[in-house]
């Protein structure tokens, strides 16, 4: 599956996470590919909520990874301070690539070599005039 969306408000961001969770089954990765600021962390929002999920969810950038439980156990993670697979083992975060139970979303998963490769749906998001965002979400 190829689609573009154009997401003009928050809201949209997180709809668009919510319709991805429909999507969603044990094991799976999703990466999200955008710059700062474009709203990743709206859209696993979005996947929280399609997920069932009551908890508040926040960025994990200081922890790097945050697990919610729902439908499915939604695991978190911020690779923006990582560098390479070694260091996301460090932190023993390598267990949820792909997790055995649950989804993974990933932030910043560029920053890490082969994780966009191995991702079974890739979000990519791009900064538009007006504060808008053009999605576009590939599945493989």
């Given at each position: 599956?190829?689609?573009?969306i ?21 094991g ?8 700062l ?5 709206t859209?696993?929002?979005g ?8 908890d508040?969810?926040?960025?994990p950038?200081?922890?790097l ?40 979303v ?11 490769e ?23």
């Amino acid at each position: 599956m190829n689609k573009t969306i154009i997401a003009r408000e928050a809201t949209d961001a997180e709809d668009i996470g919510v319709d991805l969770a429909g999507k969603l089954r044990d094991g799976m990765l999703v990466s999200l590919v955008g710059p700062l600021g474009s709203g990743k962390t709206t859209i696993v929002k979005g996947i929280a909520k399609g997920l069932l999920i009551t908890d508040v969810v926040v960025s994990p950038s200081y922890v790097l990874a945050r697990e919610y439980k729902g439908r499915l156990a939604l695991h978190h993670v911020d690779a923006y301070r990582l560098s390479s697979l070694n260091e996301l083992a460090e932190a023993g975060l390598d267990a949820d690539l792909p997790p055995e139970h649950g989804v993974t979303v990933v932030e910043w998963p560029e920053r890490i070599d082969g994780l966009v490769e191995a991702s079974d749906i890739l979000v990519f998001i791009e900064l538009l005039d007006h504060e808008a965002r053009r999605v576009t979400i590939t599945t493989r």
